[in-house]
């Protein structure tokens, strides 16, 4: 029988809605998708299409780290985007972001995301 931890830190921006920030279960954790809220205002950092993306990554790191790994260990990112063509921006923060071998990926365009956000990624991790 698996079981579930709830992954919950303030280093990271609360849940809006009815999700957890992550669950751990077994060998990996799943991360639900970050936007690019700074944790403190709730707010989205900037416009900037590379601010945002920097923020979400900062968002996962910290629950990442909160579940008791890193995004070095990433096995599968989610990216959202609300514009293809920021894909080159996003792509070149995620390689300096994360360490080779880099994680499996699947790049999605969305119509809106939550709060206005440009960028959304959700990520599952191995302990």
Sequence with gaps: MST???VNTDKAPSAIGPYSQAVKTGDLVFISGQIPLDPATMEIV?????AQTSQVF??????AEAAGTSLDNAI???IYLTD???????NA???????EPFPA??????????????VEIDAVLAL
């Design 58 to 63: 900062a968002n996962l790191h910290a629950v």
């Design 76 to 78: 599968k990112l989610t």
């Design 93 to 99: 923060i995620m390689a300096d972001t994360l360490s």
């Design 105 to 118: 990926r699947a790049t999605i365009e969305v119509s809106a995301l939550p709060k206005g956000a440009q």
């Design 4 to 6: 579930r931890e709830i």
């Design 84 to 90: 293809l063509g920021q894909f080159a921006k996003v």
């Design 46 to 50: 900037s416009e900037d299409i590379e």
